[in-house]
């Protein structure tokens, strides 16, 4: 639909929010490959996002797409008028060990020497707490599924996880006004770490990864992996 000046209306801004190990980097560069130059705004290491949190509104607004590790509440300060939000889950456990996996084997990870020589089971041990819910956290600012819920059902306009990410890049680039990309595979790695389990190990995880569980389950059971706000069902 053309605006008032007579050009094609600009489709409405995507806000990315990319929780580690889920492959929303590969759907990022598919997306982007798409995009105009200069057109795409990427937040990854945490220079860039000390420097995402002070960015004023009229800025970001300039982008087509934002995509990157920040948290839903930092976007929603600074995102433009009518943004739609999106992000993919997977299964906590798995994105746990595969985060691991990816910091003990990727010389050039800034965690690298903290892990390269530790086993899964310290890995849980040590960092437990801070990784407890860290989906529902960085993907709503709460704590619980219970909350967290309602946050990704009344502000996202899609949620996916990654079983579906096909179909969900398919549906974003359509959003995008973009002709779909397959996803390859990026930021993979070829090591295995020190993948130590004991059964002490195991109910840690199953304690912290509780919240996020549930929140994964809600999207991969009840809406088949991907949700789609009502809304944006049909556009």
Not at 22 to 49: K, M, N, W, Y
Not at 113 to 137: M, N, P
Request: glycine fraction near 8%.
């Amino acid at each position: 639909m053309p605006n008032d000046h007579g050009q094609p209306a600009r489709p409405p801004q995507l806000i990315f929010v990319h929780l580690p190990k889920t492959g929303g980097f590969a759907l990022h560069a598919a997306l982007e490959r798409g995009l105009p130059e200069g057109s795409v705004l990427r937040i990854g290491d945490s220079a860039a996002q000390e420097a995402f949190r002070v960015m004023p509104p009229e800025e970001v607004a300039r982008y087509s797409m934002v995509s990157g590790h920040f948290t839903f509440e930092e976007a929603q300060a600074v995102a433009a008028p009518g943004a739609r939000f999106a992000t993919l889950l997977r299964d906590p456990v798995s994105r746990l060990l595969s985060a691991f996996n990816y910091m003990s084997t990727w010389v050039e990870h800034p965690l690298h020497d903290i892990f390269r020589d530790r086993g899964f089971a310290e890995f849980i041990a040590d960092s437990g707490q801070e990784l407890a819910a860290e989906a529902c956290r960085q993907l709503t600012g709460r704590t619980t599924a219970a909350e967290a819920i309602p946050v990704l059902e009344q502000s996202y306009a899609l949620v996916g996880t990654t079983a579906r990410v096909p179909d969900v890049s398919i549906t974003l680039h359509r959003w995008l006004g973009l002709d779909p990309q397959t996803p390859g595979r990026e930021n993979v790695t070829d090591g295995q770490g020190k993948v130590t389990l004991t059964s002490e190990t195991c109910e840690q995880l199953l304690e912290l990864t509780r919240e996020d569980r549930l929140l994964f389950q809600h999207i991969a059971n009840r809406h088949g992996g991907m949700m789609i706000r009502p809304a944006y069902a049909g556009s």
